[in-house]
């Protein structure tokens, strides 16, 4: 079975950081662009960072973008998002998620999903 596995997660302060990871068991990620989607309680998914296979080429949401990084290392089969200034608004899972569509907030265009890790930022 395929599985992605988030880890990094946690509670931290407004404007403090957090680095977020994603892996995989049983496929490799050559080919799939990775987007980071998130939930809040109540919500619906949204993605907020994505980034293709060979160029690195990346996307954000407007309401991350300058505070959020996403980057990969196909070597190690691993992408990261890493988020800096972090707002009260930001609370919520972050799933990582691997398709053949760059730039796609349609969670349904993706192939392989993750269980979620939680984020949570308090003020």
């Known amino acids: 079975e395929v599985q992605l596995v988030e880890s990094g997660g946690g509670l931290v302060q407004a404007g403090g950081s957090l680095r977020l990871s994603c892996g995989a068991s049983?496929?490799?990620?050559?080919?799939?662009?990775i987007a980071w989607f998130r939930q809040a309680p109540g919500k619906e998914r949204e993605g907020v960072a994505s980034?293709?296979?060979?160029?690195?080429?990346?996307y954000y949401k407007d309401s991350v973008k300058g505070r959020f990084t996403i980057s990969r290392d196909n070597a190690k089969n691993t992408v990261w998002l890493q988020m800096n200034s972090l707002k009260p608004e930001d609370t919520a899972v972050y799933y990582c998620?691997?398709?053949?569509?760059?730039?796609?907030?349609?969670?349904?265009?993706?192939?392989?999903w993750g269980q979620g890790t939680q984020v949570t930022v308090s003020s």
């Open positions: 980034i293709s296979y060979s160029d690195g080429y990346r």
């Open positions: 049983r496929i490799t990620f050559d080919g799939y662009a």
């Open positions: 998620a691997a398709g053949a569509v760059l730039g796609s907030w349609y969670p349904e265009e993706y192939d392989y």
